[in-house]
Each structure stands twice: as C-alpha cells, then as structure tokens.
C-alpha cells in the first residue's frame, strides 16, 4: 500500500521533476502491495495459511517488499511509561494468582479450583509435560484418540475449531468437585468434540441444551459443531445466545465465531441444477 | 529469579518483537503482557537461559492468534492473496537506484521509501524506525542529496531554480 505525502517541506519537493515522477511510478507499481504489517508478519510466519502463502511469494519476488522489511526490522523501543504501565497491568492480573513457586496443593483455593483440576485433567491431557510455551490457539486442537468411525465435517470451518475451556461461570462453581453436574455432563459432548465427530457432538450438545439453555460452553461449542455440520442458521442462533450470555473470557472467540455465522446464514440458497 | 527482574530484562525485547509483528502499539502491549503473564504461570519450571527466546515464541503463537482474527474471513484472505499475486509494470529507475545505491544505507533507504513512497510523515517514519524526528529529517536530507547528486543536479543549480532564473 502506498501513499502520496501530503506534507512535504520545500526542502523536500525541490527535486528533478523526473525524480519526483520517478517517486510516482513507484508507488503505482506498489499500490496493491501487502501493507508493511502484513509483509513483517509473514517474514515472522504468523499468518494464517492462505494469506501467508502469498503475501511470503510476494516478499521472495519483491525486492522493494524485502528491503522495506529489513529496513524496519528493528521496531519500536518500549519507553519508560509502556514499560511502568505493562508492569502494573502484569502486577493487577497476577494479585489472584497464585505466587511463583507455590506447591501444587496451593492452587486448591476452595472447591472452584478443584473443579478447574478435575476438568483441567480431560480437557487438556497434555497439562503435565515441561514448561513449552504455550502454542497457538490453533495448535491446541487434538486429533482422534481411537479409531471409531467420526463423521467429517459437511463445511470447512473458517479457522481451526477452538480449544476446549471453560468459561467464568462453570469455573465459578462452589459445591464439591464431584458435584459439579455440568461440568461432569459436558464430558460426553466435549469427547466428541475433540475427536472431531461432529454428528455425535451436535446430538450430544442438543441434549444439554434441553438441561441447561444458559450454558455458554453448550452454546458456543455447540454453534461451531453446528457450523461443521453446515447448519449456519443454527451455528448463527447459538453463538447468538452465547454472545449474550457476556463472558469476558469467551467473547473474543464468540465474536469471531458469530461474525462468520452471520456471513454464512445470510447468505442466498441457490437452488441446485436441474 | 525474581519475576520482575525477568520483565525488567527482557520486556524491551519482547515488546519490540511484539511491534515487529503487528505494528500496533496497543496489541503489542497486550501480546507483552500474555507473555509475562504466562512466564509467570510457569516460572518454576522455566530455566532463565530459555529467554528470551522462550518469552518470544508465547509472542510469536499469541501473533499468530491475532491475526487470525484480523483477517477474520476467507474473503479477507482471499484478497490478500489476489492482491499479493497480481501483476505489476517493471520498476523505474529511480526505484532501482534507491535499493542498489551503496551510498544509501538502510536506514536512510528507509526513510525515503517511507517518506516518499508510503506516505508517512517524519513523525511517523520515527515511531517506525525508533528514532527522533530530528534524527529522521537528517537522514531524508543527506538521502536526498546524494539522489540529487545521482541526478546531475549541483548547489548552483537549486539556488538558479529558487531564485527563478
């Protein structure tokens, strides 16, 4: 993307006028070019699959692309007010947490983080290996655990179907750990899920719909499931019903989900050739 | 090693890489922050030779999520790729000179490509580049006298052209 400056000092403008046609031929050239984001981005091969793909072939055929690149590789420093203001954001999100370095058992703040563990257990079977970094949401999906026969998904999903978690209210529980009846119901549903058998998933999210209409992991999970299944209008109502339950720590995903969902089910059914 | 001796020693690094990455300030806070906050979560188990590399790549995967979301729909992809592949005239001289001249080193190449070319004000290409905007002029001067320089065209004939003769 390029630009015309519109404040250029005299001392600026006072150049050849086939120097600053020269100027003019190359931003045409490079008017549809990535923006410099996309291109620092896919040197850094953070982009999703397609859009990395190209705007990568762009960058290896392009060398204005690439020296614009290396010219502004190095970024901005953070100042001293970022960098006050990053700490004391860090220190407010860490006040509930628990210290660095704690035993285990610590974590045990009341029932609530006992229904964490237990559903941490077969959520993420992976929770107990050494400390990697945390990877992409996209990386976190497991495939199939068994060879049961799945049924594919009838629609490509836009992105990879979210990680599996729990929202504030299910993690806000303050009975017994084996008490925790949704939790313990969402685990016929959630196993489906994660093997990808999105028939099965659907039916089984349906059922806990029946039970509990309000479940934001019933809804949201459920609308992808249904998404899959190329149910758009149904993938649009329950991510609708999930945007309005406002969980803080869901609503990112669900917008992204719902925007989609929308897109998708308004679009005009075209009847098939005769 | 304490937490905040941690940050203090690598939230430069992190953040820059951070900015690198996306280009907004504001979501190069938030990846910054993701960071430390998962530093933290494991940092009994982390060995500090692991950073900054290992705070890094949380930057690197949180990125990745980012822009994800940015590019929300297929239909935004697909317009990415359409217009990363689309078919361009050759390049003019002038953009020859300014990536093949040895007299230009990078970052006075960089300012004129951002200043001419992509629009930025002084201003802009210093919050780009991490320099002042002093700084910026300067080299968009000395940039611009050797691409005078290349043209043919001396002091005497700029100050003929500014008096009008």
């Keep these: 993307m390029t630009a015309k400056p519109d404040d250029l000092a005299p001392d600026e403008q006072d150049l050849p006028h086939e120097v600053l046609a020269g100027f003019d031929a190359i931003r045409e050239r490079h008017r549809t070019d990535p923006p410099l984001e996309q291109l620092r981005a896919a040197r850094a091969g953070v982009l999703p699959a397609g859009a990395q793909q190209a705007v990568s072939a762009h960058l290896a055929g392009d060398p204005w692309s690439q020296a614009l690149v290396d010219a502004t590789s190095d970024g901005s420093d953070v100042d001293e007010v970022t960098e006050a203001r990053l700490l004391a954001r860090i220190k407010r999100e860490l006040k509930d947490q628990p210290a660095p370095g704690a035993p285990w058992w610590r974590t045990m703040i009341g029932p609530a983080a006992a229904a964490v563990l237990v559903a941490a257990v077969w959520l993420t079977p992976e929770s107990r290996q050494p400390a990697t970094p945390p990877a992409a949401a996209i990386d976190r999906v497991t495939a199939p655990a068994t060879p049961e026969p799945i049924t594919p998904p009838v629609a490509p999903l836009p992105f990879s179907a979210p990680a599996l978690r729990l929202g504030l209210r299910a993690l806000a529980w303050r009975g017994a750990p084996n008490d925790n009846e949704y939790v313990a119901a969402l685990k016929p549903a959630f196993d489906a899920y994660r093997k990808g058998d999105h028939v099965r998933a659907r039916d089984a999210f349906d059922r806990l719909a029946e039970r509990y209409p309000d479940g934001l992991e019933v809804l949201f999970y459920g609308g992808v499931t249904r998404m899959a299944l190329g149910d758009d209008k149904g993938a649009r109502e329950s991510l609708r019903a999930a945007a309005r339950i406002d969980d803080a720590t869901f609503n990112d995903e669900v917008s992204r989900w719902l925007v989609v969902a929308e897109q998708r089910a308004s679009r005009p059914v075209t009847a098939p050739p005769r | ?165």
């Design chain 2, 1 to 165: 090693m304490e937490f905040e001796a941690l940050y203090r020693e690598h939230v430069a690094a992190v953040f820059r890489f951070a900015v690198h990455l996306t280009r907004k300030h504001e979501i190069a806070e938030d990846l910054t922050a993701e960071a430390f906050l998962a530093l933290h979560r494991e940092l009994d188990r982390i060995d500090p030779a692991q950073l900054p590399g290992w705070l890094l790549t949380v930057v690197r995967n949180r990125a990745r999520d980012w822009w994800r979301h940015a590019l929300v729909e297929q239909r935004h992809v697909e317009h990415v790729q359409a217009q990363a592949t689309r078919p361009r005239p050759a390049a003019p001289p002038l953009e020859q000179w300014i990536l093949e001249s040895g007299d230009l080193k990078p970052v006075h190449r960089a300012c004129v490509m951002l200043r001419y070319v992509h629009g930025l004000s002084r201003d802009e290409i210093a919050r780009e580049l991490g320099l002042t905007s002093n700084q910026v002029k300067g080299h968009l001067q000395y940039a611009l006298t050797l691409l005078r320089k290349a043209y043919g065209v001396s002091v005497n004939d700029r100050e003929a052209r500014r008096l009008g003769a």
